[in-house]
């Protein structure tokens, strides 16, 4: 234990601006806090306060790709600035001018870019972790994606519901179930920041399921190069066909492991502690089953009978996916494809999750080919704007759109609850986080 001990001034809390203390007249009048739809004042003379209220807001949802995240830390961080400013004057500037842009409109309450599992595992893979994690979290508050295990899940339930009682079809998932934090509140003043300290053991764990998926992407790719050419609808629907079978076998084979240990051919081990995606929807769906009095072993048949549905190509995941990875086979099988990158099947991933609850994305440019050519057959329906490194210009444009609209007594209050200086883009980021 550490001898040290702090002293905290509870005026510390107190920040600019300052006004008139409408109780003693000093002007020691400061901000306590900012909370979803109010702002607490206190005076740091006679430490009374007052509440206030603001607006309800609404915030457009721009998901940023790990490679903008590591973009925007790159050129702003003192060591790393040289690998943008290496590229040229046009890159450098084209980051800097997203960043400012991103972030007064994070501030100004209008946008929110959340984190996601796919890049605080990204980051982890990479050297500066932390860093790449500080810019994340800079641009999201404290507002993330929800794991997409958990979202796909939700979607799936919902249109295996309406499969088995189409009055029971309670419509698609709601954004607000997909994002935690607060997504359209005001945000505080201080970010706080929990570190999470990493086992060593998970950055390897990661890093080989990683290299397990791009693994079987890779023998896929091979597949569809080697095999006579098949149509989009055609591998549309093995992906789509395959997708339930591929949730019953990794059930099975969970319930599997569990008899063994029951058999005591297998030890506990903390790899079965954690019920996996698969086992946690196959449970579910079976409840849904049980209550709608489906005996026991006619469950599995009547899973095989939703997954082998038309219904199938409702869940949004789904389409999006199985059409991104159709698009993908077809370019395989023209021979127009080179070997996939490694972080393609969690972007596609990313994208095929939690498009549907975007205003826009920004993404790799491949993994935008392939969501334009799916759409392009499908029809996905999705309002989202998709931007790449080749519409750069365009999602600047968008950008500058979005602060168009605000109207000028808004900018007014957020000056007025936050002081004049929280506007200016904080470039310094990283000068203080040395260490
Ligand atoms: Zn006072």
Request: with cysteine.
């Amino acid at each position: 234990m550490s001898e040290r001990s702090f002293v905290i001034d509870p005026r510390d809390w107190i920040t600019q601006p300052f006004t008139t203390c409408p109780f003693c007249s000093e002007e020691q009048f400061g901000l306590l806090m900012v909370s979803r739809h109010g702002y607490v004042k206190r005076c740091r003379g006679c430490m009374k306060d007052e509440q206030f209220s603001l607006p309800v807001i609404e915030k457009r949802v721009l998901y940023l790709d790990q490679f903008a995240v590591s973009n925007l830390m790159k050129v702003l961080h003192p060591e790393h600035r040289y690998r943008i400013e290496r590229r040229g004057d046009a890159e450098e500037r084209f980051w800097l001018d997203l960043f400012d842009r991103l972030e007064r409109l994070v501030k100004l309450q209008v946008l929110v870019c959340p984190h996601s599992d796919a890049h605080w595992e990204e980051s982890l893979l990479a050297p500066q972790h932390e860093e790449l994690r500080r810019m994340y979290e800079h641009l999201a508050g404290d507002v993330r994606f929800e794991d997409p295990g958990m979202v796909k899940r939700g979607q799936v339930l919902r249109v295996f519901e309406a499969w088995l009682d189409p009055g029971a079809d309670r419509g698609p998932v709601p954004r607000r179930n997909v994002l935690a934090g607060n997504t359209d509140g005001w945000h505080d003043k201080l970010q706080v920041e929990a570190r999470l300290d990493l086992d060593p053991g998970t950055a390897e764990a990661l890093r080989a399921a990683r290299a397990g998926r791009h693994d079987g992407l890779g023998r896929a790719a091979k597949v569809w190069r080697e095999n006579p050419r098949r149509g989009f609808e055609a591998y549309f629907r093995a992906e789509v066909a395959a997708y339930g079978e591929a949730e019953l076998q990794a059930y099975a084979k969970r319930l599997q492991a569990f008899m063994d240990v029951l058999d005591a051919r297998r030890q506990l081990d903390a790899d079965l502690v954690f019920a996996t995606d698969s086992q946690i929807l196959i449970m579910q769906m079976r409840e849904r089953l049980v209550e709608r009095g489906v005996p026991h072993e006619e469950q599995i048949g009547k899973l095989r009978e939703f997954f082998a549905s038309d219904a199938m190509v409702q869940i949004p995941f789904l389409r999006i996916g199985a059409g991104m990875f159709a698009a993908l086979a077809v370019k395989n099988s023209l021979q127009q494809a080179g070997d996939p990158n490694r972080g393609m099947v969690t972007d596609i991933n990313v994208v095929s999750t939690y498009l549907p609850y975007c205003d826009a994305m920004f993404v790799d440019s491949e993994c935008a080919d392939l969501l334009a050519d799916a759409d392009r057959e499908l029809n996905l329906g999705y309002r989202a704007e998709v931007f790449s490194n080749r519409s750069r210009e365009e999602l600047l444009h968008w950008l500058a759109g979005i602060e168009e609209s605000i109207p000028p007594d808004h900018v007014d209050l957020v000056a007025q609850v936050y002081g004049k200086t929280w506007l200016r883009a904080f470039r310094e980021i990283f000068a203080t986080a040395q260490s």
